[in-house]
């Protein structure tokens, strides 16, 4: 878009300011000129209130708003800004009214006197009009303005957060693979040259792929896929694992957000003592996500699903409220014999996604 001449003219604060107090002395020029017709005479009058005036505007935008209003410190403002109203009013306007503007102006008018109250009260009245609309317009900037600076580093906030939580998942994960490919050289297993394919899968999604806030969720059941493959491997088919997804459609998700239940459910819900199995189903239908995972208990290991894939139950759900605030639901159902967590997530689009 270019610029016009009167949008440069209004960007300019001066200008605004001069335009605000020309447009103050038309409006109430016009208004009391109606009264006897004498328009030059109304302008000059309202010309001469102007001092007072602006010293009320200026200190009150400049000095109270910013130092006393900003500050949620309302008392002091409303104190300070009724002294400043009186004094300009008292100690400028009033004195330019009764020794200037009544004998030249209005030289029949019989004043009641300097500091009645009826005169002084119209003359704070007429006064104080002049910053309503100032006072209103800045008052509402400085908020807006100070709401944006929160909103900026609140977003700067929780993306410092998601970083850092992000960042703690990388290092277990590659530390659970890693233990999974020794135990099967040890093992001289054949299938240790699968197990590296699908480790270099998962390391190219890990660092070149998900390092987007939203990925595909069809690269991202991909990577669950073979995780659950390798650890298949490692427990060389002795649990029952059961891996299931199905979606209407390719969504976009934030990465590495199912993976922390899949590791959890293997990390305490396998046994070399008893059959184990897992169950993982992945449905997606008019952009709602549901995870379930299952997994089997048992009495003689260690059940307290205190931690999701070694990082904590509370950095889950930090992630979970901070990439889907409002927007998931996290149920966990335990008992004797299985433990099952049930996310659900609401992945229609958002401003963040564009």
């Known amino acids: 878009m270019t610029n016009t ?3 440069n003219i209004f960007s ?3 200008t605004k300011h001069i335009l605000y107090w020309i447009g103050l ?4 020029g016009i208004t ?10 109304s302008f000059t009058i309202q010309t001469f209130g102007l001092p007072a005036r602006m010293i009320l505007v200026y200190i009150s935008i400049y000095v109270l708003l910013p130092g006393f209003l900003l500050k949620k410190r309302f008392i002091s403002f409303i104190i300070s800004y009724i002294v400043l109203l009186i004094i300009t009013s008292v100690c400028i306007q009033r004195p330019i009214i009764y020794f200037y503007v009544e004998p030249i102006y209005f030289p029949d008018w019989k004043s009641e006197g300097y500091f009645t109250i009826t005169e002084l009260m119209n003359t704070i009245l007429d006064v104080n009009i002049a910053a309503i609309i100032p006072l209103s317009f800045s008052f509402f900037k400085f ?3 100070a709401q944006q600076r929160t909103l900026t580093l609140e977003k700067e906030k929780i993306e410092t957060e998601l970083i850092q939580l992000r960042n703690q998942v990388h290092p277990h994960f590659l530390f659970n693979t890693l233990n999974t490919l020794y135990g099967l ?3 001289k297993s054949n299938t240790a040259e699968t197990a590296v394919l699908k480790l270099s899968k998962l390391m190219r999604y890990m660092l070149y792929e998900a390092n987007t806030p939203k990925v595909s969720l069809k690269k991202e059941i991909e990577y669950l896929k073979n995780y659950v493959d390798l650890e298949k491997l490692r427990f060389d088919n002795s649990i029952d694992i059961s891996f299931n997804s199905e979606s ?9 957000l199912l993976i922390p239940f899949v590791e959890n459910a293997f990390k305490h819900g396998t046994s070399s003592s008893n059959k184990s199995w897992i169950v993982i189903n992945i449905f997606t239908k008019k952009k709602e996500l549901i995870l379930r995972v299952e997994n089997s208990k048992f009495s003689s290991t260690n059940t307290q699903h205190d931690s999701i894939g070694g990082i904590g139950f509370n950095n889950v759900k930090k992630r979970l409220q901070l990439l889907y605030p409002n927007k998931h639901s996290l149920k ?12 659900k997530l609401n992945l229609a689009k958002t401003n963040q996604d564009e």
């Open 185 to 187: 050289i040890i093992k």
């Open 5 to 7: 001449p009167f949008k």
């Open 248 to 256: 209407d459609k390719d969504y976009k998700i934030s990465p590495f």
């Open 32 to 41: 009391w000129g109606t009264y006897d017709n004498d328009y030059v005479r």
């Open 25 to 28: 002395i038309i409006f109430f």
């Open 12 to 14: 300019n604060r001066l």
């Open 332 to 343: 966990i159902e335990d008992n004797e014999l299985s433990y099952e967590v049930i996310l």
């Open 143 to 145: 908020y807006y303005n």
